[in-house]
C-alpha cells in the first residue's frame, strides 16, 4: 500500500478536527471534569488535539524536502557474466 503525503495530511488533520468536535460535546466535557477521570501523564484530548497540529506543521514546513523514495526495481535474473563478453 501506497499513502501520498497529501493523504497522510489529510488524516491527521481528520483526526484533529474529530478530536476537536469531540472535546466540544457536553457529554465529554463532564467525563474529562470528573475527578476519578485522571491519566497516566495528565494528558488531556487538548493536548492529543496539539500533538497532531504539530505534527500536521512539521509535515507542512518539510515538505519542500521530502522527496519519495524510489519504488524498487522488479527482481531480475543475474546476466551470464560470459554474455557481457558476447560469448
Known amino acids: ?5 497529501e493523504q497522510i495530511k489529510s488524516i491527521i488533520a481528520g483526526a484533529e478536527e474529530t478530536l476537536r468536535l469531540l472535546q466540544n460535546q457536553p457529554e465529554y466535557q ?4 470528573n475527578e476519578n477521570f485522571v491519566t497516566q501523564n495528565e494528558l488531556g484530548l487538548a ?4 500533538a497532531l497540529n504539530e505534527v500536521y506543521q512539521a509535515i ?5 524536502d521530502f522527496v519519495a523514495p524510489p519504488a524498487p526495481e522488479p527482481f531480475k535474473e ?3 557474466p560470459f554474455d557481457l563478453l558476447g560469448y
Not at 30 to 33: D, L, M, P, T
Not at 47 to 50: C, E, G, N, V
Open 1 to 5: 500500500m501506497t499513502i501520498t503525503v
Open 30 to 33: 463532564a467525563i474529562e471534569q
Open 47 to 50: 493536548d492529543a488535539i496539539q
Open 60 to 64: 507542512q514546513e518539510s515538505e519542500c
Open 78 to 80: 543475474p546476466r551470464d
